[in-house]
Structures are given as C-alpha cells and as structure tokens.
DNA sequence: TATTTTTTTATTGTATACAATCTAATAGTA
DNA sequence: TACTATTAGATTGTATACAATAAAAAAATA
C-alpha cells in the first residue's frame, strides 16, 4: 500500500475513533515528523481529510480536527436516515448465503466488544455493519457515501454525543439481519430509520474543551 | 477567490461540458505552464478532481480525464433515481415564494439556451436545477452529494450519452416547478423518477476515443 | 500600569531541485 | 526481419528551500 494511503488511514482511524478530538490543532511538522515523510506529504493527506469534511484547513492558520456545528451535525444524521432505509430494497433483492454469513459475522464482533466494553471497537465496528449493509445494495456510489456519513458520524458523536450513543446499541443490529434474512423490505425499512432516529435522538447540545497532544505517543500506542 | 479554487473550477468546468472528454491526458507540466502556476499547485487541484471521481490518477503515470465504466454509469444514474425524489418532501416543506422564483429563473435561462442551441449552457443550467432543487431541502450534505451527482452525469453522458440527452429535456422542469408550487409532493416524485429513469435510458454504450489537445488554446477560449 | 507598536518566532504557502519510474527509441541478437 | 535488451528521454513522486503570513513576545509610549 502507499505510504500516505496508509497514513491517511490511520489519521482518519485516530479521529473516527476520538483519539483526535474536534478541534485539535494539526501541525504539519509535528505530523511529518511523526510519520517519518515530508511535510508535502501530510499536506496531501490532510488536504483529502478536508475534502472528506474530518479536517478543517483555514488559509494560513493551517489544519484542525473538524468541529461538527448542531447543525452540520443534524443534517448528517438527517441524510442517513433519508437514504439508508431506501437501500434495503436493493439489499434485499441481492440477499444470499454470502450476505448473511458477512452481517453476522459482524454482529457477533459487535456483541464480543459490547460484553469487553471495548468502546474502540464498538464504534469502528458500528460504522462497519452500516458500510457493509449499504454496500450490500450492489450500488458501489451509494455504499461509499454511506460509508463518508457513517465515519462523519462518529465526529458528530465525538461532539454532540452521550456515552450511550457512541455504539448505536450494538445488539439490535441482529434483528435487523434477522428481517433481512426472512425478505421482510418493508420492516426492515422501519426499523432502519427509527434506528437512525434513535441515534439522532441521542445527541446532547454540550461541547468539552481539546486539549494538547502528543502525536508521537499517540500514533505508537494505537 | 484562491488561485488554486479558481483553477479547480476551470478545469471541472472544461470536463462537466465536454471541452476535456474523458480518457484525455492531464499532463502536470502542460497544465502548469497554462495556468501560470507550479506543478504543485495544479497536484493539488488534480487530487481534489480525482477524489471527486471526475480525474483518474494512476501512480507513475500521472492524470486523465475520468472515463466511468458502464457499471458506474449506471450506479451514479441509479443512486440519483433513489435519492432525489425522497428530497422532494423536504423541498415541498421549505417551499415559499423565493424557491419558486430561483427555479422558475433556472427554467427560464434553460428555455433560452435550448431556443439557441447552446449546448454549453444546457448541460450547465440543467446541472444547476438539479443541485438548487436539492438544497431547497434545507440539507447542505445531501444538496452536495446531489451536486457531486449531477456534474458526475455530465461525464458519463460524455461517454454514454446521445445527443438528446445531453440536457435532459429542459423543457420539462417547468412542470416539476408547478407541481412543487402547488404541494403536489407525491406527483412531484413520481416526476422526478421517472425523469432520471428516462435520462438513464438515454444512454448508449458507445465509447469514442480522445484526441490530443491544447490546453492554452482551450483555456483561452473558455 | 495599561495599551499600542515593534520585533521576533513559528507556521503555512509556493516553487524548485533531485530521485524514481515509466515510455520510446535505438541497438543488438537470433 | 522479428524479437529482445539496453539506453535515452520524458514525466511523475518526494523532499527541501525560500517567501508570505500569522501568532507571540518584547519594547515603547501614554
């Protein structure tokens, strides 16, 4: 793999997974230096995390951890709700062995961390079913902009969320598999949206302060 | 504006209305010198373009203008058919006397350049009432997907597109604007699915191939 | 002492230089 | 002649140097 797809995913990792909080300064020195690369190449990765809205870059005050407002943070969640029940039917049409087997088998991961109270791997893998679900229509353009909101999600949670909201409460997800698996469109839909609903609903209006990193302890422990 | 922005536009321009057809080469030297700025400056540009899928840039062997398989064609017509209509509701909830004016002022300019036979215009204009509509629903992130969408079509059009459906049949959004002003919202998504199906139609798998071009002179005459 | 101005420092923006890689042209061999 | 190997040229990938800007610190003035 290139080196800077690499680093992007790992910076992408670290504030997905709330090791970056919103707001944290992003020195492209500090960043170079800590992955061993010249600035030109943190800036291309910082330059796509912005594009991807998980970095904010102002004209020469450089690159900061987005900060979600209330209301970008609404009308994400607004946009999962709107287009991820419409996929079901398509997820549907296509359901085989195959589907099945991959949804559980990130269910059960799912259910594992809950139990460790692995919160890191509670929400990598939240976002994970919703991708692989979304990607399960067949339409690849739709499954990646699901994925973006999904990941934009966890910002949001990172912002505006409360600790029970952090892993849209795992468990239920089986049900849904269940529906899925017995052809239930219809119900499945429902259930997708008011488990969005949930979600959205979840969401508190208070906002904790960053403060300051240590990008070399922070990237060899993760 | 920042020149970089400014040079972005240019060149997403040049692709949207098919003065760049896909498959062509964008090398960073020739670039460079025509928009009188280093080749880091026009990477930059050339990375936004191609994580915005209208630029392809395979490692070593620099950038060309994106030329979508038919599977992709299809995804990004089909995402289109899936999620415009359910924004109809929203746009229909939003609706006041400064939505009629902007779309029917779209309409108005999209009658025109048809009378003219100004395809430049047509593809524009056409792109344009699509994106305003969906942020007429109030939701930035989904008007930007839409957006993203819709400047996509015009690539594949490029490839796949006949004449005809180059502007998809301005003439029409001004019945969708009457049924949205009269809060027909139900109608008005059947129209608008029935719209997109009927560009998707359109398309044919016929692919022609690029021939070599001077930037400076294009650009001039932009 | 408080406030403004100046100077210094740190950080980002841009261009260029050099290295790595691919393309093609040429030369060599069967 | 056809095919492979080697070399030369062109193009991209990456690092670094310098310029421009902003932030912080120090000095000057009221």
Known sequence: MRKDELIYQQMLKAIVEHHLLPGVRLPEDQ??????ISRTGIRKVLHRLALERFVTITPNKGAHVAKPTAEEAQQVLDSRI????VLIDDVVTHWDESSKTRLYGIVQ???LAEQNNNLKDMIQLSALFHTELASLSGNQ?????VSQLTLRSSLVIA???SKQSVGCDCGHHHDLVDMLDKREAGPAKIWMKRHLEAIKASLQFTIDKPKSINFKDLFSTI
């Open 109 to 111: 991961q799912e259910e």
């Open 31 to 36: 960043l170079a230096e800590t992955f061993q």
């Open 82 to 85: 709107l287009v991820e029940p």
């Open 159 to 161: 912002v505006f969320g």
């Open 141 to 145: 353009v739709m499954a990646e902009f």
